[in-house]
């Protein structure tokens, strides 16, 4: 019934709005027309920009959700401007809902500047399964010497009691990892944006404002290939993330090719320890830990029983898995069924026999008999 009346809900009034920044010491203003938020970064910024790229990408996110065209006379690359665009052009093809593209004139294109290779990278940091692998897997093949941990994203502010918990665990992590981490606090959901869509604007934005002091950005993939199309349209996918990017500062996807499971494993058995660290809990926002009850922490609790192993210490409650898979509720949605499906039957393929897996199995089964065929 929600659906349907998001379907019926009219289209917003289209907004003209002109693109300002003001600045105030280490602090941003963002401004689009009557709307403002804020950005800053515990890392040393120029004084004088090249470029306010990073406020685009912001504003973008606005303009997106609230039918705002976008006129601005600040300095933007035309790699940011061309990215843009095509997000608009991607919005449009994909029709996802409450997204509205709208024209985007830009004023004052400048040149781009030279790549810079010899740079270290920044990764984007939340403890969470994703972003911890693709750290690792970044230890490997990548030069990255910072992770980068968004106050405003998941927790309102610096001062929230579970960003100061999960910003502890994530210190930790990047500790182990031997990374110095960048905090950026930013305010830009006060006026809602549509999240699940258009995330990764804000994780651009944020890789951008610090973009002087690194060659590239990482942020790390949520779903393989195959995964996506069971999850489309998603604001994390490697289509998103590859427009996000340029040859001035590429951003690279790193996960991509891993199931959740896998990724799982890598962390848990890997002898740094990292594993006793992770945060993924997103249901209980009172702590930046794992309550063990809510539907991620389960799923994450799977994702770790397929290595053959539990590990308790991690959550605050660790009732049966077998009884609270028998207790999942069954997703509304045609999206979160099919999202639900490629999550547990990653899971069900590499869980060890027995009753946690027969669960699973039950669910696997009750929620394919939901799901609508795709395809034509």
């Not at 289209?11 to 689009?32: F, S």
């Not at 040393?44 to 065209?69: C, I, K």
């Not at 996802?96 to 010899?118: C, G, H, T, V, W």
């Not at 002087?212 to 949520?222: I, R, T």
Request: glycine share 6%.
């Amino acid at each position: 019934m929600k659906q349907f009346f998001d379907y019926l809900r009219p289209k917003p009034t289209l907004e003209k709005a002109t693109l300002k920044v003001k600045r105030n010491g280490d602090r941003y203003e963002i401004i689009l027309g009557k709307r403002s938020f804020e950005i800053a970064s515990n890392a040393s910024q120029p004084t004088d920009r090249e470029n306010y790229d990073f406020a685009l990408f912001g504003a973008l996110a606005m303009a997106l959700t609230h039918n705002v065209e976008i006129t601005t006379d600040l300095p933007i690359s035309q790699s940011a401007a061309d990215a843009a665009h095509e997000i608009n052009s991607l919005m449009e093809l994909w029709q996802s809902r409450k997204i509205y593209p709208s024209q985007l004139k830009f004023n004052n294109i400048i040149e781009m500047a030279a790549p810079k290779p010899d740079l270290p990278g920044l990764i984007c940091l939340s403890g969470g399964i994703d972003s911890t692998f693709a750290a690792l897997e970044s230890q490997d093949k990548l030069n990255i010497t910072h992770g980068m941990l968004i106050a405003g994203a998941d927790y309102p502010s610096m001062e929230n009691p579970g960003f100061i918990s999960l910003k502890s665990r994530v210190e930790k992590i990047a500790s182990i990892l031997k990374l110095e981490l960048i905090i950026v606090e930013t305010s830009i959901r006060k006026h809602g944006f549509q999240w699940e869509m258009l995330h990764t604007l804000n994780l651009a934005m944020c890789l951008n404002l610090n973009a002087e002091q690194f060659g590239y950005g990482v942020v790390a993939a949520d779903w393989t290939a195959a995964q996506e199309f069971n999850h489309h349209p998603w604001g994390n996918n490697r289509t998103l993330v590859s427009a996000l990017s340029s040859e001035q500062f590429p951003i690279h996807h790193i996960g991509s090719d891993h199931t959740r499971s896998q990724k799982t494993r890598k962390i848990i058995k890997h002898p740094s320890g990292v594993g006793h660290k992770i945060s993924v809990c997103f249901e209980d926002t009172t702590h930046g830990g794992n309550c063990g009850s809510c539907s991620k922490c389960i799923r994450t609790r799977l994702n770790i029983l397929t290595s053959g192993k539990e590990t308790p210490e991690l959550f605050r409650h660790n009732d049966p898995l077998e009884d609270l898979v028998a207790k999942l509720p069954m997703p509304k949605y045609q999206a979160r069924k099919l999202r639900a499906l490629a999550v547990m039957l990653d899971i069900r393929d590499d869980l060890p026999e027995g009753p946690v897996k027969e669960a699973v199995v039950n669910y696997v089964n009750k929620l394919k008999s939901r799901i609508l065929p795709t395809g034509r």
